[in-house]
């Protein structure tokens, strides 16, 4: 049961956020009203949400997810890879410095970034990605098992991140795309198969019973209601234009 999450309004810089999409530049005040959207959608979960100001000097700022793993026992301070995001930590440790008494922080040489790290109950699989390095997946890996967890690392040769193409939609199931519907690093689960042409849609947030969705992958949301998945489908298409999906969007704990 999660009952808090934390949120950053994006700022007007936004709209210099990094990407490698083709889907052209956000437009800031429908990014604004779907930030709305989205926090509304985690409080129908139970939420207490947390808004922190927007940060015009970090355009990705409003990524939150990529700079802090939250688990049930400590919180880690990431280091993104991003030369344009990595002052971003900074602002995040006092914040979780309220909510957490044991804090670690990845440590140069490492990167690693939020968004590539996938938690299943006490396992946490970590994406090595073009964000997040060996030197950073080793690190939070014996973090973990010194707090009584686990973590193992997965390749990620497409999209930004390991979230980017599956996540976790029930007990024992994954939504996955592209490289990962049959990775061997998930074979023990059940993988609900997400079509090419809707691959943006693979990125899920489970919460409480709930399971947020992107708008606009109607396939995937049929697959989804016929495992009597209850839900919510929240429109981001000002963050994919950025490369960002829902989990990006926020911390949950
Ligand atoms: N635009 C999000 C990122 O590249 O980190």
Same mark, same amino acid.
């Given at each position: 049961?999660?009952?808090?999450?934390?949120?950053?309004?994006?700022?007007?810089?936004?709209?210099?956020? /990094?990407?490698?999409?083709? %889907?052209?530049?956000?437009?800031?005040?429908?990014? $604004?009203?779907?930030?709305?959207?989205?926090?509304?959608?985690?409080?129908?979960?139970?939420?207490?949400?947390?808004? $922190?100001?927007?940060?015009?000097?970090?355009?990705?700022?409003?990524?939150?997810?990529?700079?802090?793993?939250?688990?049930?026992?400590?919180?880690?301070?990431? *280091?993104?890879?991003?030369?344009? *995001?990595?002052?971003?930590?900074?602002?995040? $440790?006092?914040?979780?410095?309220?909510?957490?008494?044991?804090?670690?922080?990845?440590?140069?040489?490492?990167?690693?970034?939020?968004?590539?790290?996938?938690?299943?109950?006490?396992?946490?699989?970590?994406? +090595?990605?073009?964000?997040?390095?060996?030197?950073?997946?080793?690190? %939070?890996?014996?973090?973990?098992?010194?707090?009584?967890?686990?973590?193992?690392?997965?390749?990620?040769?497409?999209? /930004?991140?390991?979230?980017?193409?599956?996540?976790?939609?029930?007990?024992?199931? %994954?939504?996955?795309?592209?490289?990962?519907?049959?990775?061997?690093?998930?074979?023990?689960?059940?993988?609900?198969?997400?079509?090419?042409?809707?691959?943006?849609?693979?990125?899920?947030?489970?919460?409480?019973?709930?399971?947020?969705?992107?708008?606009?992958?109607?396939?995937?949301?049929?697959? +989804?209601?016929?495992?009597?998945?209850?839900?919510?489908?929240?429109?981001?298409?000002?963050?994919?234009? +950025?490369?960002?999906?829902?989990?990006?969007?926020? +911390?949950?704990?």
């Amino acid at each position: 049961m999660f009952t808090k999450a934390i949120v950053r309004t994006p700022g007007c810089s936004l709209t210099s956020g /990094l990407t490698a999409s083709k %889907l052209g530049t956000p437009v800031y005040q429908k990014a $604004l009203e779907q930030h709305r959207q989205y926090i509304a959608a985690l409080e129908r979960c139970s939420l207490d949400v947390l808004i $922190l100001e927007a940060d015009e000097a970090f355009p990705d700022s409003t990524f939150v997810e990529d700079v802090a793993i939250v688990t049930p026992k400590c919180a880690i301070i990431t *280091r993104p890879a991003a030369a344009s *995001r990595r002052g971003e930590t900074a602002a995040m $440790l006092p914040v979780l410095e309220d909510f957490y008494s044991y804090i670690e922080k990845i440590q140069p040489p490492g990167t690693l970034d939020g968004g590539d790290v996938m938690q299943v109950d006490q396992h946490f699989y970590i994406g +090595l990605s073009s964000r997040t390095n060996r030197a950073g997946a080793d690190q %939070l890996i014996e973090i973990l098992q010194r707090y009584g967890m686990t973590g193992s690392t997965v390749p990620v040769t497409e999209g /930004l991140h390991l979230k980017t193409g599956v996540t976790q939609v029930a007990e024992n199931t %994954l939504l996955a795309a592209g490289e990962f519907i049959a990775s061997p690093n998930f074979s023990d689960f059940r993988i609900l198969p997400v079509p090419e042409e809707a691959n943006g849609g693979a990125n899920c947030i489970r919460i409480n019973g709930k399971l947020l969705l992107s708008a606009g992958f109607p396939e995937v949301s049929r697959q +989804l209601v016929d495992q009597g998945a209850e839900l919510i489908e929240v429109d981001i298409s000002e963050y994919a234009k +950025l490369d960002g999906g829902l989990t990006c969007l926020s +911390l949950r704990f």
